[in-house]
């Protein structure tokens, strides 16, 4: 099954990366979670991101393998854990991330988080020798502060392709996306459901009436009106097929203008080794 007819449009591109894509986070079943690639790339996807924290890099090559689509149509993106951030780590990791999922390069390869093993003149140079060996296309980082970011272009000959943040309505990350609206860097919104928390939301519940829709298709369509790419997490075909048709959802300036309002700063994701002064 190729496209599925019934998708509201085809995905957009920026520098040959899909700006709506498929996480899996937390998809931790290995059957269930080739089974949810699959059927996301039948359905029309064409971005999936993992992680080699994720703990299913294999899950998810298996899933790619099992779609009828070809390899290269998939923006395939994965990510180098904090312990694996010295050269060799960098490198002998990902060359391990590469036999898991199948593939002979990646489009987009993370620095996870600027952290424990993270020293920017020693990781970055090391993905760059990924790059100049053809198993990485692009290099991106994950949880950057704008300074870490400096810092990065600093050390880094290549140009940094993307960020990765937690980012939704309840934390929209205006400061930083208004950073890296001066730069060529795409920011990708993970959570962008804030782990349920937008269905919760008066705000985002009376657009979604408005229109017909679910809170999770509001969501979406109003991180693509602030030029975020989105990776909803999802495992099950319908909340799979209701994500993807959040690119048929077209917000008016009304709607945009209600959840600017909601005016929250809550992040969902927490852990011990965060940069220091997040929101």
């Known amino acids: 099954m190729s496209q599925d007819s019934q998708s509201p449009e085809s995905v ?27 059927t996301a790339l039948e359905m029309g996807y064409r971005h999936v991101d993992t992680a080699q924290i994720y703990g299913n890099e294999s899950a998810v090559g298996d899933g790619i393998a099992a779609a009828d689509v070809p390899r290269e149509e998939v923006f395939l993106a994965t990510k180098v854990w904090i312990d694996h951030l010295d050269r060799d780590g960098v490198v002998e990791s990902t060359e391990e991330s590469l036999e898991k999922l199948g ?8 620095v996870h988080w600027p952290s424990r093993t993270y020293d920017a003149e020693e ?5 760059e020798e990924l790059k100049s060996r053809g198993l990485v296309d692009r290099i991106g980082v994950s949880n950057f502060e704008p300074h870490h970011i400096e810092e990065a272009q600093e050390v880094l000959d290549e140009p940094i392709f993307a ?3 937690e980012c939704h309505p309840l934390l929209p990350q205006a400061e930083l996306r208004e950073y890296v609206a001066g730069t ?5 919104g993970y959570s962008p459901l804030a782990r349920g928390a937008v269905f919760d939301v008066p705000a985002i519940t009376e657009v979604a009436e408005k229109h017909g829709v679910s809170e999770a298709q509001v969501s979406l369509a109003w991180l693509r ?6 990776i909803p997490k999802a495992t099950g075909e319908a ?3 209701d994500n993807w048709e959040s690119l048929g959802l077209e917000l008016d300036e009304e709607d945009v203008a209600t959840i600017d309002a909601i005016d929250r700063t809550d992040r ?8 220091e002064a997040w929101d």
């Not at 990366?17 to 996480?23: K, N, Q």
């Not at 060529?184 to 990708?188: R, T």
């Not at 009106?225 to 989105?230: H, L, Q």
């Not at 969902?268 to 940069?275: K, L, R």
Request: net charge negative; hydrophobic share 35%.
């Open 184 to 188: 060529d860097i795409e920011l990708v």
């Open 239 to 241: 909340h799979i097929r």
């Open 163 to 165: 960020n990765q943040v």
């Open 103 to 110: 593939v002979d390069s990646v489009d987009l390869l993370y």
């Open 268 to 275: 969902q994701v927490h852990t011990s080794f965060a940069p």
């Open 12 to 38: 957009s591109r920026v520098d040959g990366m899909p700006t709506f894509g498929l996480g899996t986070w937390e998809n931790e079943n290995p059957e269930q979670c080739a089974e949810s690639v699959r």
């Open 225 to 230: 009106e602030k030029g975020v790419t989105a």
């Open 123 to 127: 990781t970055l140079p090391a993905f």
